[in-house]
């Protein structure tokens, strides 16, 4: 009898034990217990994001676009590199049509121009606090609507440094590069040799002309900036005697260039120009078209007590017409970890003909660019730079190009012997129109 107790014991704790043991595994499934492996981050619906490049290689991109995907294994990415002509355009008209992709480059200064197509940055993604400790803060005035909330996150900063050409410089017996304007005038006159009839062989600095100095509209806007003269209206003295310094280097018996010599970009590769104004990606066309030359960059001269420097870069940005955004805006917080732009930046540098990537667009990265002999002069402007729609080469047949012709104008109109003052209230008219025209007036 005892035996058969024990029995019927043992039985209903078998009864009592298991609908608990079963009870406690469904409410640890229910509930998503961290000790149950969870599925993959990226679980759940299929999404495909259409993205837009410009300057980047799809072997580039597709790096990167492999390690998201063990991330988010549900997100498939395509990658289209776009011809810079036409892009801007082509990108609004495809929004508009429902045609475009969820996520594309654009131009610092295309952002009131864009601002029907950019969707805000969510603050779950990246908050104005993050903008304002992670980036440099031209990024702040840059990447805001008119509304002060954030439409992109920068993938690179560029702008404008000074190249210089280490012979001419050894030859001369000159160490090292102008720090001021002043400085550089008297350098620039230095090193500009002319032949027996007094025509410019070697030209000290490319500036003073508008046809033939690539990037003079960055330039002219960094000596307006540093002057503290208005882009938008330059009726002012200070835009005025920026422009007149300007037009001054191409005037003369003493000018240190002019119109006869070739385009500033192939007379610096070429050896026959000293100092040379242009962004981070022009070194890599100087040394293909000329393995030999042996050149430096440096940060942008200043006017005494001055520190101001000038930005031209590209971001990231979502279509308001995507149907995916918030996976869109995931996808740029990833490109925009510290990690992922290092590898961003070693990948690219591995490209043809390439031996650097993009500056690093965040301030806690500058120190690992900071000794690079070109480069390093941009990580060292960065926190100077400011901005304004005159920047060159962005193709957008919009409020660069436009504003950039209006300056042209202005430059030719002093080299014919006007007043820069009256020059610039041409230019400030037409500047006033083009704004309005472009919704960007504001």
């Given at each position: 009898?005892?035996?058969?107790?024990?029995?019927?014991?043992?039985?209903?704790?078998?009864?009592?034990?298991?609908?608990?043991?079963?009870?406690?595994?469904?409410?640890?499934?229910?509930?998503?217990?961290?000790?149950?492996?969870?599925?993959?981050?990226?679980?759940?619906?299929?999404?495909?994001?259409?993205?837009?490049?410009?300057?980047?290689?799809?072997?580039?991109?597709?790096?990167?676009?492999?390690?998201?995907?063990?991330?988010?294994?549900?997100?498939?990415?395509?990658?289209?590199?776009?011809?810079?002509?036409?892009?801007?355009?082509?990108?609004?008209?495809?929004?508009?049509?429902?045609?475009?992709?969820?996520?594309?480059?654009?131009?610092?200064?295309?952002?009131?121009?864009?601002?029907?197509?950019?969707?805000?940055?969510?603050?779950?993604?990246?908050?104005?606090?993050?903008?304002?400790?992670?980036?440099?803060?031209?990024?702040?005035?840059?990447?805001?609507?008119?509304?002060?909330?954030?439409?992109?996150?920068?993938?690179?900063?560029?702008?404008?440094?000074?190249?210089?050409?280490?012979?001419?410089?050894?030859?001369?017996g000159i160490a090292?590069?102008?720090?001021?304007?002043?400085?550089?005038?008297r350098i620039a006159?230095?090193?500009?040799?002319?032949?027996?009839?007094?025509?410019?062989?070697?030209?000290?600095?490319?500036?003073?002309?508008?046809?033939?100095?690539?990037?003079?509209?960055?330039?002219?806007?960094?000596?307006?900036?540093?002057?503290?003269?208005?882009?938008?209206?330059?009726?002012?003295?200070?835009?005025?005697?920026?422009?007149?310094?300007?037009?001054?280097?191409?005037?003369?018996?003493?000018?240190?260039?002019?119109?006869?010599?070739?385009?500033?970009?192939?007379?610096?590769?070429?050896?026959?120009?000293?100092?040379?104004?242009?962004?981070?990606?022009?070194?890599?066309?100087?040394?293909?078209?000329?393995?030999?030359?042996?050149?430096?960059?440096?940060?942008?001269?200043?006017?005494?007590?001055?520190?101001?420097?000038?930005?031209?870069?590209?971001?990231?940005?979502?279509?308001?017409?995507?149907?995916?955004?918030?996976?869109?805006?995931?996808?740029?917080?990833?490109?925009?970890?510290?990690?992922?732009l290092i590898k961003?930046?070693?990948?690219?540098?591995?490209?043809?003909?390439?031996?650097?990537?993009?500056?690093?667009?965040?301030?806690?990265?500058?120190?690992?660019?900071?000794?690079?002999?070109?480069?390093?002069?941009?990580?060292?402007?960065?926190?100077?730079?400011?901005?304004?729609?005159?920047?060159?080469?962005?193709?957008?047949?919009?409020?660069?190009?436009?504003?950039?012709?209006?300056?042209?104008?202005?430059?030719?109109?002093?080299?014919?012997?006007?007043?820069?003052?009256?020059?610039?209230?041409?230019?400030?008219?037409?500047?006033?129109?083009?704004?309005?025209?472009?919704?960007?007036?504001?």
């Open positions: 009898m005892p035996k058969i107790k024990k029995i019927l014991s043992r039985l209903a704790l078998k009864i009592f034990i298991l609908p608990t043991v079963l009870l406690l595994v469904i409410s640890i499934i229910l509930s998503g217990c961290k000790y149950i492996p969870s599925l993959p981050q990226g679980s759940g619906q299929a999404v495909t994001l259409k993205f837009w490049g410009l300057w980047e290689s799809a072997t580039t991109i597709n790096q990167i676009v492999e390690d998201y995907k063990k991330v988010k294994p549900n997100v498939t990415i395509t990658y289209e590199k776009k011809s810079p002509q036409q892009y801007r355009e082509s990108l609004q008209n495809q929004i508009k049509a429902d045609k475009g992709p969820d996520i594309f480059y654009f131009h610092n200064t295309w952002t009131l121009m864009l601002k029907t197509e950019l969707d805000t940055v969510p603050t779950n993604i990246l908050s104005a606090s993050d903008f304002k400790k992670d980036y440099y803060p031209t990024v702040f005035f840059d990447l805001r609507n008119t509304d002060k909330k954030f439409v992109g996150v920068p993938m690179e900063i560029d702008g404008l440094a000074l190249y210089w050409n280490e012979d001419i410089f050894k030859l001369a090292k590069p102008p720090t001021t304007w002043e400085e550089l005038a006159a230095k090193l500009t040799v002319r032949d027996p009839l007094g025509n410019i062989k070697t030209a000290g600095v490319a500036l003073g002309t508008a046809s033939n100095v690539d990037h003079f509209s960055d330039i002219l806007g960094l000596m307006i900036l540093q002057n503290g003269g208005d882009h938008k209206s330059p009726v002012d003295k200070q835009s005025a005697d920026a422009l007149e310094y300007y037009a001054n280097f191409a005037k003369g018996q003493n000018r240190v260039w002019d119109e006869t010599m070739p385009p500033s970009t192939i007379a610096f590769a070429g050896g026959n120009l000293a100092m040379y104004f242009a962004p981070s990606w022009r070194a890599i066309e100087i040394k293909n078209a000329n393995p030999l030359i042996k050149f430096k960059v440096a940060p942008v001269p200043q006017l005494i007590g001055g520190k101001a420097a000038w930005a031209s870069y590209w971001a990231l940005g979502v279509s308001t017409k995507s149907v995916h955004k918030q996976e869109a805006w995931e996808f740029i917080k990833y490109l925009g970890q510290e990690q992922t961003f930046y070693s990948e690219a540098a591995k490209s043809p003909g390439r031996f650097f990537g993009e500056p690093y667009p965040k301030v806690s990265m500058g120190s690992k660019l900071a000794s690079d002999p070109i480069v390093g002069a941009y990580i060292a402007d960065a926190p100077f730079m400011r901005s304004f729609p005159m920047a060159s080469r962005t193709f957008d047949n919009g409020l660069n190009d436009k504003i950039i012709k209006a300056y042209e104008d202005a430059v030719n109109s002093v080299a014919r012997g006007s007043p820069a003052k009256n020059a610039l209230t041409t230019a400030a008219n037409n500047i006033t129109k083009i704004l309005i025209q472009f919704g960007a007036n504001q």
